[in-house]
């Protein structure tokens, strides 16, 4: 077995059961993350504790249903008293949010403290949880033993995601544009109240099986990483849903593997806190390897662009070669030796020698073999079309900034440079219309192309 000391009958349900509380954090807090709220989620979390406290002293049981009842009022309770101190006080959003969750997650420690005696509450088990325990107490549901948390996880997740779905056009434009929100009707404030009510409800079925520390980490990580794979609300969830479906399966698995590899002396290891990491491992991976906004792909991105900009570069060079040389009896190419002059360093010259593979290797340039010019680099057919719509360009931005910016003429040449790259198409058809009146550019050269 690949896993040392894999149980399936117990191992499974621990995943499952992590699994289902990664669904459930995950939907609240995507929409957490693009209200620019995600530590609200966290003040919840941790300001519910109170609420807890409460209910276990007014039923004397840990009984799901008081439970959730103490948790959902304790969270509008750490909204609404955010929003007072923001709007009676003056005080800035993050310093009454501060101040609201530690002070309820204070007041929540201490009546945990008081009461632990009497109800079999443990405030570490509230905040690291106890999920490897969670499969040991079961009930009978359908003629088989199951956790009892799964019930209640189930059924709050299929109130938080069937909820999101049929309240999802006002929470959309809530999240995004609260004004035009409040325009249409959709009641902003209101939707605000949903998502805590959502957050509250997630984070207390989850307490007594992976803490609150967890619970903060699927509210944010998960949803956070979605957010660099997709900038669309839909599938950003639907990703955050995956991430935190894959960081509970790879959390509970690093438990139980890692520790081996290590060779640590203690094995026991908390599944919460793996997963924690893992997830937080997961959105490292989305900040390097996100195809949208990843350092790797940026890099590759800026990399590709600045080759492009060498070989256009190159281009204009072998057409301006091209011209100097006619009748001139002179090499109408460019030696291989001359693409390292006057560039800042090595990186410059690798870069415009790559650039001259790659106008080969695109069959825009070729290079001579014979004597007497050995080692030269000539346009072909398709190289000198290219460069002629390359000058035209550059040509076309010249005449328009000497008319429109009223740009010197000794400076023109340098900023053209800079934007002949530019190729947007409704860009282009204006600078086109521009020159339909002169067929030569403000130094009198004639453009290409007419």
Sequence with gaps: MLVPDWQWGYDGWIIVITSLVALTCAIPGSFLLVRRQSMLGDAVSHAVLPGIAIAFLVSGTRDGGWMLVGAIVAGLATAMLTQVLRGVGGVDRGAALGVVFTTLFALGLVLIVQVADSVDLDPSCVLYGQVELAPLDVVVLGGMEVPRAIPWLLGVFAFTFVGVQVIWKELLVASFDPAT?????????????????LVAAGCVVAFEAVGSILVVSLLVAPAAAARLVTDRLRPMMLVAMSIGVLAAVGGHLSALTVPGWLALETQDVSTSGATAVFATGLVALAVLASPQQGLLFGAFRRLSLRLRIAEEDLLGVLYRREVESRGLGQPAGVHLSELGGGGPGLTFRGIMRFASIRLRWAGFATQAQLIPHPDQIRLTEAGRSRATALIRRHRLWELYLAGAAAIPLDH???????????????????????????????????????
Excluded: C, F
Aim: negative net charge.
């Design 181 to 197: 929100a409040a325009a249409q009707g959709a009641r902003p404030i209101l939707m605000q109240q949903v998502l805590m009510v």
């Design 412 to 450: 023109l040449h340098a900023t053209a440079m800079d934007l002949e790259h530019l190729a947007n198409p409704d860009l282009l058809e204006s600078l086109e219309a521009e020159s339909a009146r002169t067929a030569r550019d403000p130094q009198g050269r004639e453009i290409p192309g007419q």
